[in-house]
């Protein structure tokens, strides 16, 4: 797996990457498909240039309207979970952000489908994917708890931010055997976990505790 040839990276330190990989590494993470792509993707044109010189930290960052870039190592294990037993071809990502989880998970998958309901946000990373010459991720701007029924059934179904319950409806556009790992919880303390459909039922696991923005309603 190569992953993209991502275009227009100029030239960020491969050095300050491999950093990064080295550190999640450490901190847990052994999918050598994850780390090969933490190597290559930019998270430095995915936030402010004010905050460029901190992108390759282990740490979430403000990319404006309240809303943060998610930590490279929640990154990193979400993505490590969500390919566990064999790649996904389609995944509905729910909170597109920075577009950094979509861009990840765009190099180890055949489609993404991404949902942000903040327009300045969708926006952005609408040009960023353009800017780097990703080409199979779709985008909306809307409220991610009605999912994307005309893009359903996918494999693979991952909230970047955390509702007090997930929302039926995603569950309902969930294939056979597929996954949906999310956040879940009220207020800074939540569990990480992941649903895995087996015909009818859902196989429920805790993964570790997290600490997500809140899934909010509506578009703004
Ligand atoms: N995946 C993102 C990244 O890589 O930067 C992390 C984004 S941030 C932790 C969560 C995002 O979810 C925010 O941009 C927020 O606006 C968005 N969000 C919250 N509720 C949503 C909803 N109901 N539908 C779509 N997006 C939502």
Redesign the pocket.
């Known amino acids: 797996m190569d992953g993209h040839r991502l275009q227009g990276i100029g030239m960020t330190s491969r050095r300050t990457r491999e950093r990064l990989a080295a550190r999640l590494g450490d901190a847990g993470i052994r999918d050598v498909h994850v780390l090969n792509i933490i190597r290559q993707i930019p998270r430095h044109l995915?936030v402010d240039e004010a905050l460029a010189s901190r992108a390759y930290e282990d740490t979430?960052l403000p990319?404006g309207?309240?809303?943060?870039?998610?930590q490279p190592f929640v990154?990193a294990r979400m993505t490590e979970i969500l390919i566990r037993n064999g790649m996904p071809g389609r995944v509905l990502?729910?909170?597109?952000?920075?577009?950094?989880?979509?861009?990840?998970l765009s190099a180890l998958v055949e489609h993404v489908h991404?949902?942000?309901?903040?327009r300045a946000?969708h926006e952005r990373?609408r040009r960023l994917f353009r800017q780097l010459g990703i080409s199979n991720i779709r985008q909306r701007l809307?409220?991610?708890?009605a999912g994307w029924p005309a893009a359903a059934p996918f494999d693979a179904i991952v909230?970047?931010?955390a509702?007090p319950a997930i929302p039926q409806v995603l569950f309902e556009q969930l294939g056979e055997g597929g996954k949906l790992l999310a956040p879940v919880g009220n207020g800074e303390a939540q569990e990480l976990r992941v649903y895995h459909r087996d015909g009818d039922a859902l196989v429920e696991e805790a993964v570790e505790p997290v600490s997500?923005?809140?899934?909010?309603?509506?578009?703004e």
């Open positions: 995915f979430a990319i309207h309240g809303q943060t870039i998610s990154v990502e729910v909170g597109t952000g920075s577009g950094y989880q979509a861009a990840v991404t949902i942000e309901r903040i946000l990373s809307g409220d991610g708890h909230l970047t931010a509702p997500f923005v809140p899934m909010l309603g509506g578009t």
